[in-house]
């Protein structure tokens, strides 16, 4: 599976198919690759929300998502998000997208 920032992608989850995510930046780290997305359009309380930044091993990636719909510019709030999580020493998530959404 060739992965590339920009990307949109599907992804399995329970709560909306027209929910996607972006992939916003990949890197090594550790030893470790992760892929840095945001999930657009989850239905939350009546509402349609955005998460400008999840940080997901590689492999937790590739499970959750079903196929490659298309290319998106990255956000500005995506790239400060992710400039947070570097500063802050963030984690990674080790579950599917969908379980990582679940469990905010």
């Known amino acids: 599976m060739k992965l590339k920032e920009g990307q949109v992608w599907n992804y399995k989850n329970n709560f909306d198919s027209n929910s996607y995510c972006v992939i916003t930046k990949i890197e090594n780290r550790l030893e ?26 590689l492999d937790a990636f590739i499970s959750s998502v ?16 992710i400039s947070i999580w570097e500063k802050d020493g963030g984690g990674v998530w080790n579950v599917s997208v969908s379980e990582a959404i679940d469990l905010i």
């Not at 840095?36 to 929300?49: A, D, L, P, R, W």
């Open 32 to 57: 470790e690759r992760i892929i840095h997305i945001q999930v657009k359009n989850i239905k939350f309380e009546g509402e349609t929300v955005d998460i400008d930044h999840m940080p997901f091993a």
């Open 66 to 81: 079903i196929s490659l719909i298309g290319t998106a510019p990255i956000s500005e709030d995506c790239i400060s998000a």
